[in-house]
């Protein structure tokens, strides 16, 4: 199979800990995006990487949150100090380039006990 | 500001009972409209991409439409196989690369 792949796929913490995602996007795709959703919303956008450089922050991106692209492939996110509103689905999508659809993943569901 | 609405929030149709999405948004700069399906638990899954006014696009039961405002998914005879969310998407230039998803239309076809 070669779509995106997400890991874990689930997460529970508690209040105040880091956790970290990975992604690991179609191997021919240029850009790699993520996303967070909560219950009965759409995808609300985070950040996306051109390779290994990250282009694109949202402004809703709070400073606990990092994301990562080493050498172009896999992405890492991380959300250091978690909060009780960091609960949600993230999703992690690919694409081959600018104009291309994005390809998603299943998700990271994280609980914050 | 920027939106993507989506309208009907739910929709509960018969089998074979067609009818229309609607996506409806307000950027300029418009790069690209994404229809996406989505199960429960699962990540959205393409269906179509339109780039500009009066394109159109096919796929089995799915037509999807584009004007200067708005877009339309159209459904014509479905099953319950198509029971999901569809949610669509706009990526549109304004200050940098902007991806924005409106909230969803929730279906339900009933056999």
């Known amino acids: 199979d070669t779509g995106v792949s997400q890991n874990p796929r689930h997460k529970i913490t508690k209040r105040g800990q880091n956790v970290t995602f990975r992604c690991d996007p179609i191997s021919e795709h240029n850009r790699l995006y993520w996303y967070r959703q909560t219950l009965g919303q759409g995808p609300e956008f985070l950040t996306y990487f051109q390779n290994e450089a990250q282009l694109e922050k949202s402004r809703l991106l709070s400073d606990r949150f990092s994301a990562e692209r080493p050498k172009g492939s896999f992405s890492t996110l991380e959300i250091q100090r978690t909060e009780q509103g960091d609960s949600a689905m993230y999703l992690c999508?690919?694409?081959?380039?600018?104009?291309?659809?994005?390809?998603f993943g299943d998700g990271t569901r994280l609980s914050i006990l | 500001e920027d939106q993507v609405t989506q309208s009907p929030e739910a929709l509960r149709l018969q089998e074979g009972e067609s009818s229309s999405l609607n996506c409806s948004y307000t950027v300029s700069g418009l790069r690209g409209l994404f229809w996406y399906r989505q199960d429960p638990g699962k990540g959205p899954e393409f269906l179509f991409t339109?780039?500009?006014a009066g394109e159109e696009k096919e796929k089995e039961r799915l037509k999807a439409t584009l004007t200067k405002k708005e877009s339309f998914l159209h459904i014509t005879a479905p099953k319950p196989e198509d029971s999901a969310t569809y949610l669509c998407?706009?990526?549109?230039?304004?200050?940098?690369?902007?991806?924005?998803f409106g909230p969803g239309t929730r279906l339900s076809v009933l056999p």
């Open positions: 339109l780039y500009s």
């Open positions: 998407a706009v990526h549109y230039w304004r200050h940098g690369q902007n991806f924005v």
């Open positions: 999508a690919s694409s081959l380039d600018e104009g291309s659809p994005q390809h």
